[in-house]
């Protein structure tokens, strides 16, 4: 699925797409959007058996995407993370309840201060499991009223995932001092 999106000019310019193959054949990789994703990166770094989290863009029409076309709200690609795990350390439950308790699903096209749609709340399932599973945490969040408002995070099939810039890449770990890290991305 994967390298059929890889463009020959993303291989030239983009070192992350090595590791990123290398990655897909050590590890599982699930597939999340819930806002910025220096963000969203960042939070899944740090739970143990993710391996790594890499950033990029999926769920729209635009191939081979910038983040500044991205940015724009126009192409229909959702900030994306693709977070590498280790099946036996970690499960995808799990990786759900990350997911889940790391933003807002109820906020439609927005995360705290980022709003359009390139910031939607999205579950991108590889199989038939990973959709059940998101489903039923769904509806166990809603029975048990964990929010307050409708939870509107999408579940849509995986089709394409987009490597972001490089200068994208372990963010926050790399800009620690940047006022919106600072203010947004480690609160979160």
Excluded at 7 to 21: H, L
Excluded at 98 to 123: A, E, I, K, M
Aim: charge should be negative.
């Amino acid at each position: 699925m994967f390298l059929s999106a890889l463009s020959s000019c993303q291989e030239k310019t983009n070192p992350a797409v090595a590791d990123f193959q290398r990655l897909q054949q050590q590890y599982k990789v699930a597939y999340f959007a819930s806002g910025c994703f220096w963000c969203v990166e960042a939070i899944f770094e740090s739970v143990k058996g993710v391996k790594e989290a890499v950033s990029g863009y999926s769920g729209g029409q635009d191939q081979s995407p910038t983040y500044q076309e991205v940015s724009s709200g126009r192409t229909g690609h959702a900030e994306t993370v693709a977070v590498f795990y280790n099946s036996k350390e970690i499960n995808y439950t799990t990786l759900l309840r990350v997911f889940f308790g790391s933003h807002d699903p109820t906020t439609l096209n927005r995360q705290g201060p980022d709003r359009g749609s390139q910031y939607r709340s999205v579950v991108f399932y590889t199989q038939p499991e990973e959709k059940q599973q998101a489903e039923a945490y769904m509806a166990q969040l809603t029975r048990n009223k964990v929010f307050q408002n409708p939870i509107v995070t999408e579940v849509v099939p995986f089709e394409k995932f987009y490597i972001a810039e490089d200068y994208h890449q372990n963010y926050e770990r790399n800009h620690p001092d940047n006022p919106y890290i600072q203010n947004v991305s480690m609160p979160r």
